[in-house]
């Protein structure tokens, strides 16, 4: 427990609460994630997208986390793309908390512990991270943990039909 926000590895049991945030959410969060088929809104569809990030996992180049307050599930926090090679030993944070939790700090708690897990678990060395240009609260969560903005990734990502500049983030963890 770190200040009512744990982070966890996924469970094939968190596909129905997901669904239920992401569905409820559709409309909150068309401007800053991207489009998603039909099924990503099923609990069918979230278990088969968790059945792959557990692929990952076991594999090694996906940390998938869910976020829990009061032992609920409020959103994910995910290390993607881990290159755990000893000249490299880098990887990507992303997240989203539903509507219902935000704005409580819960962001910025999941951040800081899958920092923790960066270090302490997987032995990283670099964290990196993307936000959009106008996506002013994750911009925060990210300042508050210690990232630095580096530089812009021009029509990176198709967000509400357009493509969308990504502003890229980096924090260096340690040896
Ligand atoms: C971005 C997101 C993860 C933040 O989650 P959260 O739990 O609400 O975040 P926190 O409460 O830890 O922090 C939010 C910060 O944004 C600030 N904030 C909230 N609304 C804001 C606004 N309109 N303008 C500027 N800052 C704002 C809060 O004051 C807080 O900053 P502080 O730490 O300085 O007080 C959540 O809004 C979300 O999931 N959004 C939709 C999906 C998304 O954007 N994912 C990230 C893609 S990079």
């Known amino acids: 427990m770190h200040g009512g926000t744990r982070i966890r590895v996924i469970e094939p049991t968190d596909a129905a ?20 088929p039909t099924e990503f809104f099923t609990p069918e569809g979230q278990a088969e997208r968790i059945d792959s990030l557990l692929a990952g996992y076991r594999t090694g180049t ?7 307050a009061d032992d609920q599930v409020i ?18 944070v992303g997240y989203w908390i539903g509507s219902v ?3 409580q700090g819960h962001a910025g708690r999941a951040v800081e512990l899958a920092l923790r897990v960066m270090t302490d678990e997987l032995g990283l060395h670099r964290a990196e991270a993307s936000t959009n240009l106008e996506n002013l609260p994750s911009q925060r969560v990210l300042r508050r943990n210690g990232f ?3 530089g ?12 969308r ?11």
């Open 17 to 36: 609460p997901i669904a239920a945030h992401r569905a409820r959410d559709i409309e909150a969060f068309r401007r800053w994630e991207p489009a998603r």
């Open 62 to 68: 996906v940390w998938p986390g869910v976020v829990l």
């Open 75 to 92: 959103g994910e926090v995910t290390i993607g793309g881990i290159l755990p090679q000893a000249h490299l030993r880098r990887g990507s």
């Open 101 to 103: 939790a935000q704005n």
């Open 148 to 150: 630095s903005p580096y």
């Open 152 to 163: 812009v990734a021009h029509s990176s990502i198709l967000l509400d039909g357009s493509w």
């Open 165 to 175: 500049d990504g502003l890229l983030w980096e924090r260096i963890l340690g040896d």
